[in-house]
Structure formats: C-alpha cells, structure tokens
C-alpha cells in the first residue's frame, strides 16, 4: 500500500515539474519572438542607413534565433529535445559571428568559434544517420 502512495506522489510530482518547465519554455518563446521582433526594427534601420554588413549579421542572427524557436517549439510538442537541432545550433550560430562579426571579437575567439564550429560539422556529418536512428522525427533523405 505505501508503494502505490509513493508512485502516486512521484507522478504528480513529475506532472508539477513537466508543467512548470512547459510554462518556462513557453515564456522563453514569447520573450524570443518580442526580442525577434525588435531585432527586425533594427534590420529595418540598417536598411535606412544603408548599413550592409549589419544588415547580413541581423539576418543571419535572426536565423539562429529560428533555429532556437523550433528547438523550444519541438520541446513543447514532444517533451524531448532531438540532438540534431542542438547540433545545427552549435554549427551555425559560431559560424554566422565568424563571417559576419570578425572584429567584434578578437582573433583567439574567433579561432575558437572557428574550431567549434568546424568541428561540431565533422561529428553532424559523421553521424548523421546514428543521430536519425536516435531521433524517430527525424528526416533522412535518400539519393
């Protein structure tokens, strides 16, 4: 009888903490699309200042911040995370301070970012099919 009372409290206690997560994550959403949006105003007054190079960084920034959006959003639908979104992430994010952000950082970080990157694309490219198998929503496209 006290293990089924146990089991009883684990759940619900599971349940409280699987909801208080949703909630954390769909306020990071909320606050991500209002942070996008003022991103947005900011591409908009680059484009009025003629501003390329900022422009292109905006742009790419902003498409990590969709990567993110669609890591959270998955989160929210299947209660777990697919390592391949965390690893294109991983990719894409240092790469885009690289090729569009060089002096904003110094040259030790950019190599960093660099080798992270880089590096990051090796294990995705070596393992991709072991990481579908791991992920039953994930895509393989056959040639």
Do not use: W
Not at 4 to 25: E, Q, W
Not at 128 to 142: F, G, I, P, R, S
């Amino acid at each position: 009888m006290k293990t089924t009372n146990n089991n009883r409290y684990f759940k619900l206690g599971v349940t409280f903490s699987d909801t208080i997560v949703s909630l954390l994550i769909f306020a990071t959403i909320a606050v991500l699309i209002i942070y996008m949006v003022f991103r947005l105003i900011g591409v908009y007054v680059n484009v009025l200042n003629f501003n390329v190079q900022a422009i292109l960084h905006e742009m790419a920034f902003l498409v990590v911040f969709v990567k993110a959006y669609r890591l959270m959003i998955f989160y929210l639908e299947s209660h777990h995370v697919s390592i391949k979104y965390i690893m294109e992430i991983s990719i894409i994010a240092p790469a885009v301070e690289i090729i569009f952000a060089t002096a904003n950082q110094s040259l030790e970080v950019n190599l960093l970012f660099g080798f992270f990157s880089l590096a990051n694309l090796i294990l995705y490219l070596t393992f991709y099919k072991q990481l579908c198998t791991a992920d039953e929503n994930c895509e393989t496209v056959n040639p």
